[in-house]
């Protein structure tokens, strides 16, 4: 299987929208034409980032990160010191590489898959597990939101457990549900099902 990895890039700017997802990956798709290439690439959702009158605050902590095939590390290393326009300026800084986890419990903040409700959105979820050939529990979290173009779709943050090695790997590479670029389905690994906010 094609090894995945996450750069994660130091982020320079002052603020950024709380609907930013679309137009940050405008921006990213503008600095790196490749993006587009790979359908499985994804954005996790930027972290670091504090709320305040409308617009989210970026601080010394927020980081920018891009989960990627690893043929792709080079390009990713050009993107240090790229400026972004979301419309607020925005600078990648440098970037550290992370190999992708093998944990058995997986957390997504945002998985979006067409359904407006939970109960159509966990029948979707289970088809998905299992066309990916996961044996592995889910639950389903708190409603959120993606705006699209005019568009807000609803969304479900989703947690994966007691996935195998192998099986923890494959669902971080190839995610769940749709928007993949605008930070939906993008798995990170959990400390415990207990104890995740979902």
């Not at 997802?21 to 359908?39: F, I, N, S, V």
Request: glycine letters at 12%; proline letters at 6%; hydrophobic letters at 45%.
């Amino acid at each position: 299987m094609m090894r995945w990895l996450d750069f994660a890039f130091s982020v320079a700017g002052d603020s950024v929208d709380r609907d930013y997802p679309e137009g940050l990956y405008e921006a990213l798709r503008a600095a790196a034409p490749w993006l587009d290439e790979e359908p499985l690439a994804g954005v996790h959702p930027m972290r670091g980032l504090t709320p305040n009158a409308g617009a989210l605050l970026i601080g010394g902590r927020t980081r920018l990160v891009l989960r990627v095939p690893e043929s792709r590390s080079e390009a990713c290393e050009r993107l240090q010191g790229a400026a972004l326009d979301l419309p607020m300026p925005l600078r990648i800084g440098g970037a550290s590489r992370r190999e992708l986890l093998p944990h058995p419990v997986l957390h997504a903040k945002l998985v979006v898959t067409g359904a407006e409700d939970e109960a159509d959105f966990v029948a979707d979820i289970a088809r998905a597990v299992a066309e990916l050939g996961l044996d592995c529990e889910t639950i389903v979290g708190r409603r959120g939101e993606l705006l699209v173009g005019e568009q807000r779709l609803a969304g479900f943050s989703l947690m994966l457990h007691g996935l195998s090695a192998a099986q923890s790997l494959k669902a971080q590479a190839h995610g769940v549900g749709q928007y993949r670029k605008l930070g939906c389905g993008v798995f990170v690994p959990h400390k415990s099902v207990a104890a995740v906010g979902l």
